[in-house]
């Protein structure tokens, strides 16, 4: 039986979550049974076109006891309350990332939903791009030796904070909005905690010229507890004209060996007479047609929500949660990114090193 999943947010990254859903009806895995979304045009919009219940208040949605899961895909500094709420109502949860934005708030939700016996899980979806999984998999391997130094950058265009993000971008930053994605992946690929944070950051463009009061870049170098540095680059300030809405790369040297993965350049590109020239990462997100003429979405940035559905349904199946331990990225991860991301901030105010 189909499990029945409630997603709180329909906003840009909601519909991905409403695709995922949508698409595992097809395969009677997961049923969208209901939306939680506060803004009454998206609301309608959302019941429209998906056709399922829709919910101002996400209190409401999580009083269905029909409801097995949801999934939060709210502002970051809102994770905490609507995850808190649906662990004591039970349900098993996925939160965008970061889980939350302080450490304390990343415990309670830990604490919580192991105290209501529901699965945490956090949509990290970089460790689910296959080019990451095979870094990861030749790292554990040894094959690149004892990893020594690597660099990460990732970089949006100036409207994901001027125009998507204007309502709550000074709540959040390009290290938390962009960085926690490689805090996680790196984590993860070397298998290690961090130690020590130094961070540089710069504020002017967004603050002076969109009265938008965040940074616009922020340069950390972590750390590790196995003796790696990495050094992270983050900013959300490349202009409207960059060929991409986001660059992407990440590099790791071993004593036995490098790897390279330039997330930027797939192979696909384009240029339209009203775009100009455009870079397509169709491993993210692809657009396609199954065999019954049905629109579907595949890549890395739908299997990631995905897997929390297979997940949950193992559960409902007689799977326990502990057996499924590693096999995703975890309410304890989030913690451990939130970390990260707490001290990178706290680094670039006081110009000092911070240690975890």
């Not at 192979?267 to 009203?274: A, K, L, P």
Request: charged share 25%; with cysteine; hydrophobic share 40%.
């Amino acid at each position: 039986m189909a499990i029945k999943v409630g997603v709180v947010g329909a906003g840009i990254f909601g519909v991905n979550h409403l695709n995922a859903f949508k698409q595992l009806s097809y395969l009677g895995v997961a049923e969208l049974a209901a939306v939680s979304e506060i803004n009454e045009e998206r609301a309608k919009w959302v019941e429209a076109v998906y056709g399922c219940k829709v919910y101002r208040d996400y209190n409401e949605m999580l009083a269905d006891a029909n409801i097995d899961a949801v999934t939060v895909v709210t502002p970051d500094h809102l994770h905490k309350p609507i995850t808190l709420a649906a662990a004591a109502a039970g349900k098993h949860i996925l939160v965008e990332k970061p889980l939350d934005v302080t450490v304390e708030g990343c415990r309670a939700m830990v604490e919580a939903a192991r105290k209501a016996g529901v699965l945490l899980q956090v949509d990290f979806h970089k460790r689910y791009d296959p080019e990451h999984m095979a870094m990861e998999r030749r790292v554990s391997a040894g094959e690149l030796g004892k990893i020594l130094y690597g660099s990460v950058c990732m970089e949006d265009r100036i409207e994901v904070p001027s125009e998507w993000l204007a309502r709550w971008a000074p709540s959040s930053s390009p290290g938390w909005f962009l960085g926690t994605h490689f805090y996680d992946l790196v984590r993860w690929v070397i298998k290690s905690d961090a130690k020590t944070i130094f961070a540089r950051g710069h504020k002017g463009l967004l603050r002076d010229e969109y009265g938008i009061d965040t940074w616009d870049a922020i340069n950390a170098t972590v750390e590790f507890e196995n003796g790696a540095v990495v050094s992270f680059d983050t900013s959300w300030i490349l202009p409207k004209s960059f060929e991409a809405i986001v660059n992407q790369e990440i590099r790791l040297v071993g004593t036995k060996g490098v790897w390279e993965i330039d997330s930027q350049y797939r192979g696909s590109r384009s240029c339209i007479v009203e775009e100009g020239m455009r870079t397509w990462n169709n491993n993210f997100m692809r657009e396609s047609i199954d065999k019954q003429g049905r629109t579907i979405y595949k890549g890395y940035g739908i299997e990631s929500i995905e897997d929390f559905a297979y997940n949950v349904a193992a559960i409902k199946n007689g799977a326990s949660i502990e057996s499924l331990a590693g096999t995703y990225p975890s309410g304890e991860d989030g913690l451990q990114v939130t970390k990260i991301g707490v001290a990178v901030h706290q680094s670039a105010v006081s110009g000092n090193v911070v240690e975890i």
